[in-house]
């Protein structure tokens, strides 16, 4: 097959039979521990103009090595202004993961990844200027769930985050 067939056999693939391919899930920062970040981060507030923190942020040495978390086609690479380096994988399941404040984006716009496979560095970039490195990652939902809404601060949009904490101890 040539790469051009694979993407889209491997788009196709995901989205017909998502839920059946298992993922292999990855924690993202190469030599993180499950203690390098806050599990208590996903959803905290007042969290800038965010409101609320819909990821978590995984902290790591400048230019430490960031991988993906699970299989998947990389459907976005790119700057945006909070965010700053950016990558967004689409994985099983329907699920957007999305990498961001990197220092270096060292894969392209659909690419294959494995998990574990090296898509990034550890950075500051964005609106994390100034502070630690560190990776922020969430997990979107594609088809949202309404069962996962609650009463919390703009609880409506649990429908489209997942915490990635409880993601990367399954
Ligand atoms: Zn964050």
Aim: a positive charge.
């Amino acid at each position: 097959m040539t790469t051009s067939k694979k993407i889209l056999f491997t788009i196709i693939a995901v989205l017909a039979v998502g839920f059946l391919i298992p993922e292999r899930i990855k924690i993202p920062v190469v030599g993180a521990s499950k203690n390098d970040w806050n599990h208590k981060s996903f959803w905290f507030e007042p969290w800038g103009t965010s409101g609320v923190h819909k990821g978590i942020d995984i902290f790591g040495k400048l230019g430490s090595g960031v991988a993906s978390t699970t299989d998947g086609v990389v459907i976005f690479t790119g700057h945006i202004p909070k965010g700053g380096n950016v990558i967004v994988v689409f994985g099983p399941k329907w699920r957007f993961h999305y990498f961001a404040h990197l220092n270096t984006v060292n894969t392209s716009m659909f690419s294959l990844v494995g998990s574990g496979d090296l898509i990034g560095t550890v950075g500051d970039s964005g609106n994390a200027k100034g502070k630690p490195p560190h990776l922020h990652y969430s997990i979107v939902r594609l088809i949202p769930v309404p069962w996962a809404i609650d009463g919390s601060t703009q609880g409506y949009k649990k429908a489209m985050f997942i915490d990635p904490s409880s993601y990367l101890r399954a």
